[in-house]
């Protein structure tokens, strides 16, 4: 290992130059990926603008029913057609969804802490692959808590993930964790997503902060963007809206969806945001046209 004494930061990101190793695939950094893998890939990051909007609805597996999440059977079909894929447990799933949806899905395969713990950060992978492959999952979400208590045991969870997806042409998706210890600085970002990518995931889900474009030009896979606190409506598009225009190849979105009074409208804006190029502006004009 490099030693950390005079180690210099990174200063020169390029951030306007184009990812260089794409050739004529859609998804950044998957270019040698094979053809099963590519296809999942396709599945969540829509061939024609390279990408995709994620409605996450996972939360239960560690909070229960959360505001908005009380019945998913009701709320997934209302949100689905504005969705290109899914993110949420086996049995959320299972369940509460549809497979005739035929939606990609991003299956949360970590867990091992409640919200009855102060510490949230020891997962470890919980879903077996065959039952991953079962679900036709496009891909598997697992929780890393980069500088905290649990950092060991979740990058080998991530790595076991990794290994497992490689040898089923499943991609991972490393979920950076930010606890309320944690940093949200564009330094702490830069590191967790560059780590996570090195480990091999195929998407990284983090969260947006300052200095964006350098965390997106320093990390080699797609960044999806997590809503994070639910907002107005209007900051919560301005903070899509930044994180696509930064380099986000999307948004993994949950609370700022499901719990805005108008689920539909806001995932249908936020869809325009994502895939058709609308300014924050725009899409809140939109928004609030479609509620009155
Ligand atoms: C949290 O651990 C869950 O994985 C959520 O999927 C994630 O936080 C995104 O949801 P939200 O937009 O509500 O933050």
Redesign the pocket.
């Known amino acids: 290992m490099a030693d950390n004494v005079g180690n210099k930061d990174a200063k020169t990101f390029s951030e306007n130059v184009p990812f260089a190793n794409n050739g004529d695939f859609h998804v950044k950094g998957a270019s040698n990926y094979d053809w099963g893998m590519k296809d999942r890939l396709s599945r969540i990051f829509n061939p024609n603008s390279g990408k995709t909007v994620m409605l996450?609805f996972?939360?239960g597996y560690?909070m229960g029913p959360t505001s908005g999440l009380e019945r998913l059977d009701l709320l997934i079909p209302q949100l689905v057609d504005y969705a290109d894929c899914l993110?949420g447990t086996r049995g959320g799933i299972r369940s509460s969804v549809p497979a005739s949806y035929n939606k990609a899905i991003a299956l949360?395969a970590s867990s091992g802490s409640s919200i009855l713990q102060g510490d949230l950060s020891h997962e470890s992978m919980v879903v077996g692959i065959d039952d991953a492959i079962k679900m036709n999952a496009s891909a598997m979400?697992i929780?890393t808590f980069i500088g905290a208590d649990g950092q060991k045991e979740t990058i080998e969870a991530l790595n076991k993930a990794v290994n497992l997806g490689s040898k089923y042409s499943i991609p991972t998706m490393g979920?950076v964790?930010v606890g309320k210890e944690m940093e949200r600085t564009s330094k702490f970002f830069l590191l967790a997503t560059r780590m996570l990518a090195e480990f091999g995931v195929q998407i990284v889900k983090t969260y947006y902060c300052e200095d964006f474009e350098k965390v997106a030009s320093a990390c080699p896979v797609p960044l999806v963007v997590?809503?994070?606190?639910k907002l107005p409506e209007k900051d919560a598009l301005t903070m899509a809206y930044k994180s696509i225009q930064s380099g986000a190849a999307g948004v993994?979105?949950?609370?700022?969806i499901f719990q805005s009074k108008h689920p539909r409208e806001m995932i249908q804006v936020v869809n325009k945001i994502v895939h058709e190029g609308y300014s924050d502006k725009e899409a809140y004009e939109l928004f609030e046209n479609l509620i009155n």
């Open positions: 996450a996972d939360h560690f993110m949360r979400a929780q979920v964790a997590a809503g994070g606190k993994d979105m949950g609370r700022n």
